[in-house]
DNA sequence: TCGTTGTCATCAATCGATTGCAATATACCC
DNA sequence: GGGTATATTGCAATCGATTGATGACAACGA
């Protein structure tokens, strides 16, 4: 293991000061003969000398390090988002602290603390979708000392830089489709119960019904975890109903259904339709390929950065900004047209 | 947004110096009467200190930080590896940043060296499974001033903690397993052209087959990248081949195979047995369920801090240790058992 | 009264960088 | 030689915490 190597000692094999070293180093306008910077470039490279940005943060009261606290880096969504995140954060010289919360507050609260004692600059929080207590969250986050950005999902009801996927147009644009398709009983799958998002996705399906006269009918709204377990126990209630087609709320969710489908032998879209919700790594194996509401995650990222990045410059405006971004519906193969006649 | 607070305002506000009130908050044994005991930290929890842990590195000389690198977070496994280090950093205090690199040796040197000017106390490093140039990194990775654990996977012949899953014996265990299902033309379809892992995988393929004097036939071994897309590519070839099972090293690769199988029409294991490598989330979908190597990556994010704990105690002897795990073969349904007579 | 002991708290150096201001040296002009 | 530019470089404070060494003060015994 080597040993760091310091300013003060690349100062004291030149025979210059620190202040002269660091000047030539950061390239500061500065009056050091073009002999000695030579040299120090010269001796700095050979020592392999790295400043350590730990001191020079504390003096420059910036570490050019950003955090992000995702509810769990598990869930491809979550994992692509950091993936997206951090190249672009990367461009722009940043580096990203990329935690994972396990989806409480609490823990939200706890790593939200370490990453600004630790000197992050700014912080992007994919926080605030489960109904736990979050008081003492929202608190912190609105005293926060640096610049936040709520990614995919909020705390509702606080001041602070927004950017999300329109949740409720998702779901809105959904059900849209399937009763142009011809669709008149649709089933959905969602997690409205502990899931801010799930509820504004439920929100925008009854709306599409309604829009059209449609019958809101509790009978084939059905309500699953995000988990595939969950949504795989949930469908056999599903399938038990005359519904043409289903709205499924969430990758996994879609997972789950299928997962039953398969397993009683029926076919998409001949037995009934499916619509999933973002795009899981498995959808590559269905045939047909599933239609679904696709959310990038690198738009969100690129988004997110921006917001951030005006705050960082100071350009940010006093109120927050919230920038809603309309989701786009792929559609492949797994909605069948329904003509008149049946 | 809040100002922080230092430990000097708390010190005036009390009317002690910050050495007291730093002591104090720290439990450090000192004599400092209970009736200030208890007025510093009423004061600082008034007014929501919390210690710059900027500045407290800095003197310290420790961030309790510590660092992982991974090719891609978007994969399944190292997402899962990465869930995991966290939590098990967590519970000792330290805070994990996680960072992607893309899997160039390049981005890997980059990420290291910001990582440790940034203070980690130590690393964890997932790279050196491309075969690129890695001399730069090889270099840093042996004059590092802070403890590197490498995990499931490695730079060879790096003097450096190792924690990784023996994937030769995984490709062992999987075609000896097959051998005793009977099976005599095993195909398999590996990344040996561009991964270390995948070659180690190979070789364990043609040890079990050499084992039993059967015969190594190059035209029973294909390449594909650890992409579906590159699976699904090469899948054609294998099934054309005369092969009652396939090894197919890894998740990826296993997706696009079976999409391969399912477009032909063919059943598992009815037409053909499949071994897999890793489970991937998908897998929930198959049925038959797909026997496969399981590498569970909390058992190797719980022996790499292991490793790590022991080189942060000042614990680890001079040698570097190298923890090998044996993998596990999960038998589920997608393997034939071939009687005598077939 | 002096010395001793014990209690409580502070001083000042340190970590490694940054940076405004001051200082030195040399050249140039009258 | 005195005065002024100009070119180079160094000093010392600063960021916010930690910590070994040291100081102040009271009580007590001789």
Redesign the interface.
Known sequence: ????VTLKQIAQEVGLSPSSVSLVLNNRPCRISEENRKLIKEVAARN?Y??????R??VMRE?R?LGLIVP???S?FF??L??SL??RCREDGY??????S?GSADDDLELL??L????VDGVFLVVGDEFSDDRALREEVS?????AVMVDRAIEGLECDKVMFDHEMGGYMVTRYLIEQGHRRIACLVNARRSNTGRKRLAGYERALREVGLPIDARLEFESEYY?PSA?EASEAVLATDATAVFASSDNIA?GL??RL??MGKSIPGDISVVSYDN???D??F?PALTAIEQDPGVLAEHAFGCMSKRLAGRGGRRAEEVVLEPALIVKGSVLELTECS
């Open positions: 293991m080597a040993n760091k392999h790295v400043p350590n940005q730990i001191a943060s504390l570490s390090t769990n880096i598990e491809r994992a692509s950091a993936g951090e190249k580096a990203l602290f990329i935690t994972s396990g603390r370490q600004v004692t630790r000197g005293h926060l000392p640096i610049p595939i795989y997972l299928l997962k398969h397993e899981s790594a498995a590559v194996l045939e």
